[in-house]
């Protein structure tokens, strides 16, 4: 089964717009009708949801494309060995994020505490 942009969308709560950047960015596969028309197989609902889970967790589209295939077709893949590095570059990226608004959020508190 055949889905246009419009259903795809409509499937996986993300916009057409998204889909089509998605589709330019060869994270889909799609072919044209004559008319002109993108249509999408049944299994792009799945990769439109395992794409949007790894936007989620902080991967670029860039990155995203990188992956094999076991991280970008299988809806909630959370592990290939070949993205393993990845991830935990990642994941210590969002950690240093994390101490630095903490430190921010620190010197804050202090100076609304003496402007008390």
């Not at 799609?30 to 989620?56: C, D, K, M, T």
Request: glycine share 6%; net charge positive.
């Amino acid at each position: 089964m055949q889905l246009s942009i419009g259903e795809l969308a409509k499937k996986t709560g993300v916009s057409v717009r998204a889909i089509r950047h998605y589709d330019k960015h060869d994270l889909l596969t799609s072919h044209r009708s004559y008319n002109g028309y993108r249509w999408f197989p049944e299994h792009s609902v799945a990769q439109v949801r395992q794409i949007q889970r790894l936007i989620g967790a902080g991967f670029s589209i860039a990155e995203i494309r990188s992956f094999p295939d076991c991280m970008r077709l299988i809806e909630g893949a959370a592990f290939c060995p070949e993205t393993q590095a990845l991830q935990h570059k990642r994941l210590t990226e969002i950690e240093q994020q994390l101490a630095e608004l903490d430190l921010r959020k620190k010197r804050l508190i202090e100076m609304l505490s003496q402007d008390a």
